[in-house]
């Protein structure tokens, strides 16, 4: 009986969950205004019962999607019966309503731990962080009820079976995409709601960063991954082998990204400093507002693009009116409450602090290229000014070389000095470096192609450069001690995880360069016995054959591979599926990975005399794009656990406190 | 600070922006194409893309309802409705393709590899009669009928909703 009204109970609990969000975020502000305990106390419970009511809902709607209740038009749209049990939980958010309400829970998520996490800050900062939180969490929640409801019904003429999931999302990378990206994005808004907490409070002081930093690492190592694994998800599902389209969903995901990772650079100055303050706090609200702009393009429909959810005029306009009013109210609030400058900290032109100066004016410059390109061929339309689109070629052609020059200062950053850095001795530990790097990024594509080739000397001179000045600083930091595995241990987390943050660049950069210069694509006819040779591998066709999956018709060819003349032979299956329920065909791309090069077999269509077109690719390296992102993240990670947030805690608020 | 008023620069210069958005939302896609609609099929002379020495002009499309459609290899959504378009041609449409900014290889390459719906593709690596057509961005399909009137245009990805729901009626509607 209770099965029945699951629905109806998902939807009470996200009526439920508003009201508690109101309060949130409406008594604990005015508290923080008026000084009054008692309101500010309620926050903490309210958030953590917003949390378990939001919960509650995202769990009636699984278990409708789990028992196949297709009365509920949300699973009957993108659910059916056949789908394998994982898929059915999973596409709970492969469509627009299930993939609000899992970015609502995200959030009701972030404020309960944060609650409960935070219990030890001043009592009117935790209320006013929480206060927004709880504004931010009516927004999301009134749009899903008035816009996006996933419990409607579909009264009294049931279906009697779902139209299936999307083929394109029945993939495990599809699982656990989103719920990262929106990890990070949501995560976000922990400390946008940390920075205008301060503003309100009037509290932007070295403590404040220090609160901030842990959850911009997180929200950041999150949103890392969230693009890493979209990327291969994008390689390998959508059947051609690209990684990165600057699709305009792509785009959306790296704005944040890009100034995500400048907030992190400019809070370490802002703590280490005291410098820097107006602009650390705009980095973080602008850097929840790219994450919010991202999620209304890519709803309202206003950019046309793969990833485009089927699009509603009132939604649109929903997102749009809720990302008006919190950053243009958020600006105001900085507008108004920005610090003024009293105390201009000093540094010279050659110190760690004027090089995060650079960091924050070069990755907000490469946000402002991608943002300007994602909206031109707009503006220019709207303007009446003709019909232009933007593709690789401009996205490439200013990426690339604000990429190579990040990287130049990246290396020099970790040396320099505070305040000021002798140019002498940065040169004296750096040539050397700067020589190798040079002098094997050169060498290289001569003894591997016997070819020179600029980019790859490029890239591969870059990401040297970054690896071996990171080499070098390990070097300087661990020689003094009486050993080095003493050196390496007395190194804190979260200069590990600076370290392999930069890495992780470095191992992206080899990546990208190596696989879009020395990649290796064919496109070939074959059928039973024919072989072909692409870069050095022997592919020949043995069997081809039809099977039934559990809800899909494929012709599957198998693939013999053989590497010149060894012994080793391996088999590929690629796949042409036919999705029963929706009649869409899916090509599923045959992969053999490996560390330094992937070979990938996508099956094209069947041609008149019974053979097939094939698309053979040689991709080396390309696991190093995704490589690098996992050690950015583990960077990340690292940071966050790092025991100056935890273990000096205490001490400093006590004495905020009674200040 | 003495120029706190400037800040005020940043709110504002957001609603701009937002009031922009605002302005495309409302605008309906029908809306934006009523310069297009019922109009010729804009004039035309290219090469086709199997053929740099074969020459075709608007004639193409005249004597037969013809869908249009503006596809480049480049184009990641144009890899996903080749079935569709597949379909509409089992149907028997004639689909006549725009290879829109690309090469010849790889635009070829892309027809062996998806299957080649089309009766003759249009070769426009400049995108110039893209232009002609206010193409945003590839894919987009246009119904063109018997006479070259261009009578619905369709942006961006062919679902295969889309194929039952608005191009074939459209077809219907024209024919």
Known sequence: MLTRILPEIGHFALIIALLMAVVQSVLPLAGAATRRPLWMAYGQPMATGQFLFV????????????????????????????????????????????????????????????????????????????????????????????????????????????????????????????????????????????????????????????????????????????????????????????????????????????????????????????????????????????????????????????????????????????????????????????????????????????????????????????????????????????????????????????????????????????????????????????????????????????????????????????????????????????????????????????????????????????????????????????????????FTMTELFDRRGANFLADTAVIEVQRGDSHRRFEMQPEKRLYLATGMPMTQVALRPGLFRDLYVAMGEELDDGSWAMRIQYKPFVRWLWLGGLLMALGGVLAVFDKRYRKTRPARLTQEGQA | MKRRWLLFLLPVAFLGLALFFFERLSQDPADRDSALMARDFPAFEATTLADENQRVDQSLLKGQLTLVNVWGEWCAACRQEMPQLLDLADRGIRLVGVNYRDTRENGLAFLNEFGDPFAANIFDPEGDLGFELGVIGAPETFVVDAQGIIRYHHKGYVSPEDVRNRLLPEVEKWR
């Open chain 1, 55 to 538: 919960l509650l809902a995202y769990a009636c709607l699984t278990a409708s999607y789990a028992m196949d209740d297709f009365s509920v038009v949300n699973v009957a749209n993108n659910s059916n019966s056949l789908l394998p049990w994982y898929y059915k939980l999973s596409a709970v958010w492969g469509n627009h309503e299930g993939s609000v309400l899992l970015w609502s829970l995200m959030l009701a998520g972030w404020g309960c731990v944060a609650g409960w996490w935070s219990r030890r800050l001043p009592r009117d900062m935790l209320a006013r962080v929480l206060g927004i939180l709880g504004l931010i969490s009516v927004g999301f929640l009134l749009f899903i009820l008035l816009t996006s409801n996933p419990f409607e019904r579909h009264l009294p003429d049931i279906p009697a079976d779902g139209a299936d999931l999307n083929p394109l999302l029945q993939d495990i990378g599809l699982i656990i995409h989103p719920p990262m990206l929106y990890m990070g994005y949501v995560g976000f808004s922990v400390v946008f709601a940390f920075a205008i907490a301060a503003l309100l409070g009037g509290r932007l002081d070295a403590a404040w960063t220090r609160w901030a930093r842990p959850w911009t690492n997180a929200a950041w190592a999150f949103l890392t991954v969230g693009i890493a694994l979209g990327s291969w998800w994008a390689y390998y599902e959508l059947g051609w082998g690209g990684w990165w389209f600057w699709d305009p969903v792509e785009n959306a995901s790296l704005l944040p990204w890009l100034t995500g990772t400048a907030l992190i650079h400019s809070l370490a100055v802002t703590e280490k400093r005291g410098s820097f303050k107006s602009w650390t706090v705009l980095l973080a609200i602008a850097t929840f507002s790219l994450s919010l702009m991202g999620t209304f393009l890519v709803r309202s429909g206003v950019l046309t693009s793969v990833h485009a959810f089927a699009n509603d005029p009132s939604r649109g306009l929903f997102i749009l009116v809720l990302l008006a009013i919190t950053v243009t109210l958020s600006l105001i609030v900085f507008a108004l409450r920005a610090p003024r400058v009293s105390h201009a900290v000093r540094f010279n032109w050659l110190s760690r602090d004027a090089l995060l100066l650079i960091n924050n004016g070069l990755l907000v410059t490469a946000t402002m290229t991608v943002l300007l390109g994602t909206l031109y061929p707009l503006i220019l339309d709207s303007l009446g000014l003709g019909k232009i689109s933007v593709g690789p070629p401009y996205f490439n052609a200013l990426f690339v070389p604000l990429t190579v020059i990040t990287c130049l200062f990246m290396g020099l950053g970790p040396m320099a000095q505070w305040k000021s850095t002798s140019p002498g001795k940065l040169v004296r530990k750096l040539w050397l470096a700067g020589l190798v790097a040079l002098g094997l990024g050169a060498l290289v594509p001569l003894v591997y192609r016997g070819e020179w080739n600029l980019w790859v000397t490029l890239g591969l001179s870059t990401a040297l450069w970054i690896g071996l000045s990171l080499s070098r600083d390990l070097f300087d930091k661990v020689r003094h001690r009486h050993s080095i595995w003493k050196g390496l241990r007395r190194l804190s987390l979260a200069y590990w995880g600076m370290v392999l943050g930069h890495l992780g660049v470095a191992v992206t950069i080899v990546g990208a360069t190596v696989v879009s210069q020395y990649a290796v694509e064919r496109n070939v006819r074959m059928s039973p016995d024919i072989s072909v040779e692409v870069a050095g591998y022997h």
